[in-house]
């Protein structure tokens, strides 16, 4: 056994300086080349996977009504109110608790056409995704129904079901399918919620609409700074005019 | 045939020096260097723990942005996984791997026992810096630089230390396998360091591709 090792040893130490040179040489090159083409193949998953979340697109949940003010001789609304929300994170919670009893008036009205990105920013393991389920939940209350998903956004939103951004107990998907029942759809619901249909698309929200923060508004495509709902319904007046019933902001209830 | 080798470290070998290790100079030099670095990571963790201590709104020097960030990864249990915090594991391990350096570099005869006693010990380093790996990728799910040092300098020293205790330039014997292992150990550490990068690459695409 010893002899053997000897001997198959030798030809390692008879190397001269040419051929030593040249095995590190081999050696690099076959280094270089496994490395390129790991990084070259994963590349390429990775940006052909990217392009497929941007193909399925940033998508809005539309909500509007019967009533609403379009441009002259259009059917384009006069204006489009962008909110671009998590589920999870703490301001947009105070912010629908603030801002949604006059935003929801501002859509009855027909003053706005409301989109709602609901995205999942602040998706983590240890919060067991709740981001990014919450909001393909809502994707699918949306699809079955526009009036479901207002009464699943406003109910997901209220102090005793949003949970706390630290906590360590998080709605699972069969809780989010029993506030989309509550909220009076079921239908396909269930099933879209267990497959996550739209997940890929909700996490890739935050890169395809280029914000920065959760909430963000944007009114006809301008970044919006809220202040207080009575800013807002001026500056939607400014906009849209006078229209039966916007002028007065609604104060939330007392919680 | 390894283990036989290894298991007679007096057997007279092919060398000169049958009880000392031959150590090449850039060999001694990357030990201390891997003593310093990963004595200054470690100890720069262990201060910016005490500093959330005392101020639990102190925000670390290496809070960069949502995905590099050690404030959040330092507040997890994986931080302290055995009950204290990992840094002064490190502070302790680090500080006999720059003592080693140090003797190398003055060409201090270690025995052959040293150098396997070492590689031991930085194997199990590098398990648990595996383990942190995982859990920082796949539980935590940020980064945080100076741990990404400490994987980096321990990964690299468990290379140095195993080709020195167990290397054919050691003892002159051992089997194809090792041979071969020593000749291609850097080729496996860069495609092992590849690997561990291109996982990071693709768990954080979804915020790298924001940077771009």
């Known amino acids: 056994m010893a002899d053997k090792a000897a001997k198959s040893n030798r030809p390692k130490y008879d190397l001269n300086a ?48 019967s009533k609403l003010v379009v441009k002259d001789g259009t059917h384009d609304p006069k204006a489009v109110v ?79 079901i949003q949970p706390s ?22 239908g396909k619901v269930p099933q879209c919620v267990k497959d996550g249909k739209y997940l890929p698309m909700v996490d890739g929200l935050v890169v395809s609409a280029g914000i920065h923060a959760t909430p963000t508004v944007r009114i006809n495509g301008q970044d919006y700074e809220f202040s207080t709902p009575e800013a807002f319904v001026d500056k939607i007046k400014g906009i849209v005019g006078d229209v039966p019933g916007i002028d007065s902001a609604v104060t939330p209830p007392a919680s | 045939m390894t283990a036989t080798a290894a298991a007679k470290p007096d057997e007279p070998a092919d060398n000169s020096s049958p009880q000392a290790s031959a150590v ?6 990357s030990i201390l260097l891997a003593g310093v670095l990963g004595l200054v990571a470690s100890a720069t963790l262990t201060i910016e723990k005490i500093e959330i201590l005392i101020n639990p709104a102190y925000v670390p020097s290496c809070n960069l942005n949502p995905v590099v960030a050690c404030g959040s990864v330092m507040t997890t249990p994986q931080a302290s996984a ?58 935590i799910g940020a980064l945080c630089p100076y741990c990404m040092v400490v994987w980096v300098v321990t990964i690299s020293l468990l290379v140095v230390v195993a080709s020195i205790a167990f290397g054919p330039a050691g003892d002159g014997t051992g089997g194809v396998v090792v041979r071969e292992l020593h000749r291609w150990r850097w080729s496996i550490a860069t495609i092992w360091f590849t690997a561990v990068f291109l996982l990071i690459v693709v768990r954080f695409w979804d915020y790298w591709s924001t940077l771009i």
């Open chain 2, 24 to 29: 090449s100079s850039a060999g001694a030099w």
């Open chain 1, 18 to 65: 040419a051929s030593r040179r040249r095995d590190l040489l081999v050696r690099i090159g076959l280094t270089s080349i496994v490395v390129l083409f790991a990084v070259a193949l994963v590349g390429y998953i990775v940006m052909s996977h990217d392009k497929k979340v941007a193909a399925s697109g940033a998508r809005a949940i539309r909500v509007t009504s």
């Open chain 2, 82 to 139: 055995f009950g204290f915090p990992n840094s002064l594991i490190g502070i302790v391990a680090f500080a006999v791997v720059t003592v080693t350096g140090v003797l190398t570099v003055a060409k201090v005869p270690l025995p052959r026992w040293y150098w396997v006693g070492m590689t031991i010990g930085t194997l199990l380093g590098a398990a648990f810096v595996h383990w942190l790996i995982v859990q920082s990728l796949y539980r």
């Open chain 1, 165 to 186: 951004e630290t906590g360590t107990s998080f709605p699972d998907n069969a809780k989010l399918t029993e506030l989309a029942r509550e909220a009076g759809v079921v």
């Open chain 1, 82 to 160: 962008a909110f671009y929300e998590d589920f999870l994170c703490p301001a947009c919670g105070n912010f629908e608790r603030g801002f949604g009893p006059t935003v929801s008036k501002l859509i009855d009205n027909g003053a706005i056409a409301a989109d709602y990105y609901m995205t999942g920013f602040l998706s983590r393991p240890q919060n067991q995704d709740y981001s990014s389920r919450a909001a393909n939940a809502a994707y699918c209350v949306a699809d079955e129904s526009i009036d479901a998903f207002r009464r699943f956004h406003t109910a997901l939103y209220t102090k005793d």
